[in-house]
């Protein structure tokens, strides 16, 4: 098999979630290794647990403080382009998984400048303007994969699908021969599901 060629990998995040940063740190590793371009796009675990009737009244307020960096995300996007979301992702889950920084303003803030843009951008968190953009975004993802899914959406050509879901995320090889497994996999026609419990939380290093 050539690995010569350039391959276009669609990710859909949400930057609050600890799970889509791994797979991200994955992708990303494995794009050291083999010629890939990952275009990022924004998904929503707002969006996709609106509506819930059987989540309890602390996690909607989780899911509303969640919100606020995919805003800020959008913002940045609509202002510069979608070709910052890389940068200002990984500027974001740094300080939101590897620092345990809060979610509010002040992390926001630091996450912008330090990936070179416009640290007012941070002023987004809170508002609704950008949500039409985060929905539109979260409904191409979603309906690439269904809703009985979370964040991320990996995308590969007409290939999509949820995941991995991996904890820590390999690294050399290892990186690739999942990559290469998790392509075969989601390639076969008619496969839909490959799932385990979880038995360890987020391991980050």
């Known amino acids: 098999m050539r690995h010569?060629?350039?391959?276009?990998?669609?990710?859909?995040?949400?930057?609050t979630c600890p799970w889509a940063?791994?797979?991200?740190?994955?992708?990303?590793?494995?794009?050291?290794?083999?010629?890939?371009?990952?275009r990022w796009h924004l998904m929503s675990l707002t969006v996709l647990n609106e509506g819930r009737g059987d989540l309890p009244e602390r996690w909607h307020r989780d899911l509303a403080v969640r919100m606020e960096s995919v805003r800020v995300c959008a913002a940045a996007a609509?202002?510069?382009?979608p070709g910052?979301?890389?940068?200002?992702?990984?500027?974001?889950?740094?300080?939101?998984h590897l620092q345990g920084a809060p979610q509010e303003g002040a992390t926001y803030a630091a996450a912008l400048a330090a990936a070179g843009l416009d640290a007012g951008l941070a002023g987004a968190a809170g508002s609704q303007r950008w949500d039409d953009a985060v929905r539109a975004s979260h409904?191409?993802?979603?309906?690439?994969?269904?809703?009985?899914?979370?964040?991320?959406?990996?995308?590969v050509g007409d290939v999509a699908f949820f995941g991995p879901v991996v904890s820590?995320?390999?690294?050399?090889?290892?990186?690739?021969?999942?990559?290469?497994?998790?392509?075969?996999?989601a390639a076969?026609?008619?496969f839909f599901e490959l799932?385990?419990?979880?038995?360890?939380?987020?391991v980050f290093t």
Request: aromatic share 8%; glycine share 12%; no cysteine.
């Open 195 to 202: 799932k385990r419990t979880r038995t360890r939380g987020p």
């Open 168 to 185: 820590p995320a390999p690294r050399g090889e290892a990186a690739v021969r999942l990559w290469d497994g998790v392509l075969a996999v």
């Open 21 to 38: 940063w791994m797979t991200s740190r994955w992708v990303l590793d494995v794009a050291r290794r083999r010629p890939l371009r990952v």
């Open 78 to 81: 609509e202002r510069y382009g």
């Open 4 to 15: 010569d060629a350039p391959t276009t990998v669609d990710f859909w995040f949400d930057p």
């Open 84 to 96: 910052v979301l890389e940068g200002l992702y990984t500027e974001l889950g740094t300080r939101l």
């Open 188 to 190: 076969t026609d008619g």
């Open 139 to 155: 409904g191409e993802a979603v309906g690439r994969v269904g809703t009985e899914v979370g964040t991320p959406v990996v995308a």
